[in-house]
């Protein structure tokens, strides 16, 4: 629902060179599973690396993994560091989808990555390897409950009535280094004060 009127840039060339990343399996690292769920994690991306290396007929070299990542992201991939975080608090509350959703959507990226070189994120390379390797729907968000790890929110307004914004996005208009605008009516987003 809101966009920065400060975008980041995005490189539009698709590099087709795969990047240079060692092929050892014994590399992936990870934080001490401290809980069965994670522990389950662990196991399903490993099943999902075996997985893919049968049907694409090569090794891929195992990420990092650590269950420290916070806020509404249930998971992320770091591509030039070949590392998976995941959401301990969301993972707890959501293991199923985690299994059947989430870790196969972070592994793809790691992938695709190691494919094709920088690609759009969750473009065709990405979306081939969801639906052909893991036969899982190329969904782009999750649909999970995160009520228990939503922050503080402050309230603002433009012409469509008030909107929501994150404690992160609220500092960085106080510190005035970004502004936010409403998706439908493109006005910019103004904090609502007590005397409003």
Avoid at 10 to 31: E, L
Avoid at 83 to 95: H, T, Y
Avoid at 149 to 160: E, I, L, M, N, S
Wanted: charged fraction near 20%; include cysteine.
């Amino acid at each position: 629902m809101l966009k920065s009127l400060f975008r980041r840039q995005t490189q539009s060339s698709i590099n087709p060179a795969a990047p240079s990343i060692p092929n050892d399996k014994a590399s992936m690292k990870t934080c001490l599973p401290k809980t069965e769920a994670q522990q389950q994690i662990l196991r399903k991306v490993e099943a999902d690396y075996l997985q893919a290396e049968s049907l694409l007929k090569r090794q891929f070299p195992r990420p990092t993994i650590q269950f420290t990542l916070r806020g509404k992201s249930a998971g992320t991939a770091h591509l030039q560091l070949n590392k998976l975080r995941f959401n301990p608090v969301l993972l707890e509350e959501n293991i199923t989808e985690f299994i059947d959703q989430v870790v196969p959507h972070e592994i793809s990226h790691l992938l695709s990555f190691q494919l094709y070189g920088r690609v759009k994120p969750h473009g065709q390379e990405w979306q081939n390897i969801m639906t052909n390797v893991f036969n899982v729907p190329a969904d782009t968000t999750h649909q999970l409950n995160t009520q228990s790890v939503a922050g503080k929110q402050f309230q603002y307004r433009c012409d469509c009535g008030p909107i929501m914004l994150s404690i992160r996005r609220h500092n960085k208009v106080q510190r005035h280094q970004t502004q936010y605008r409403c998706k439908s009516c493109q006005q910019v987003l103004t904090p609502l004060t007590l005397s409003q």
